[in-house]
């Protein structure tokens, strides 16, 4: 059963630290999307690639965070430096064909406290 | 803009109770309509969707139908089981911006069935 990977599931860190998130999207999959989830907000979308080129970041605050696809199996999320606000829970997806009506298979998240 | 808006939880039954979680949209275009489920410490997985009007979305039980005069998607089911419990979330997917699209979430609803 093919799954989206993440690393690391856990991460603790201090204010002002740098954040590096990754993720393998299933092999084959030409999308991917990067998603926080926090209980005031719930799911915000905060970037999407079409077959590795960056198609939508506006959900992404740009002073700090940056999303990058050096490969087609691997996407990084990027948060320099970190704040407390960014405690969440960042879910990768990915999917083929970039088409409304296809399915986004979502990894397990990166849980990320930032004292 | 595209919203999505669905019932305040948390939901709790008794198993084999009948289940329906309210979902109504808002969009510009022609949305596909889903249903994810996020079990818990897990990321979301597809339950089912539906791509245009009237069409009906099923998996695992679970049904919703795609009414578009009420702007509605709600899910159902007959007889609700204790592994059903999760967060239920309704999505959107509009297609009216051309080939780039991005799912639009409700905010979920706890799910929770006592034996």
């Known amino acids: 059963d093919a799954r989206v990977t993440q690393t690391p599931r856990d991460k603790v860190t201090e204010m002002g630290q740098e954040v590096t998130m990754r993720c393998q999207p299933i092999?084959?999959?030409?999308?991917v999307f990067w998603y926080r989830q926090t209980m005031m907000q719930g799911l915000e979308l905060l970037a999407y690639?079409?077959?590795?080129?960056?198609?939508?970041d506006s959900g992404m605050p740009k002073d700090r965070f940056s999303a990058e696809m050096p490969d087609a199996t691997l996407a990084t999320l990027k948060i320099q430096p970190s704040e407390p606000r960014d405690s969440a829970v960042y879910f990768c997806?990915?999917?083929f064909g970039g088409g409304a009506t296809d399915t986004q298979y979502f990894g397990p998240g990166t849980r990320l406290t930032v004292l | 803009g595209n919203s999505v808006t669905q019932m305040e939880g948390p939901v709790t039954l008794s198993e084999e109770a009948f289940l329906t979680i309210n979902c109504t949209y808002t969009a510009t275009g022609y949305p596909s309509l889903f249903w994810y489920v996020q079990y818990p410490g897990e990321g979301l997985q597809l339950l089912l969707k539906a791509t245009k009007a009237d069409d009906k979305g099923s998996n695992k039980g679970f049904e919703a139908t795609y009414r578009k005069e009420t702007t509605s998607f709600h899910l159902e089911k007959g007889s609700v089981q204790v592994s059903d419990s999760a967060v239920y979330f309704c999505a959107l997917s509009d297609t009216s911006g051309g080939s780039n699209y991005k799912l639009t979430f409700g905010k979920g609803t706890l799910l929770t069935v006592n034996p």
């Open positions: 997806a990915s999917g």
């Open positions: 690639f079409r077959n590795r080129a960056p198609l939508d």
């Open positions: 092999l084959g999959h030409n999308t």
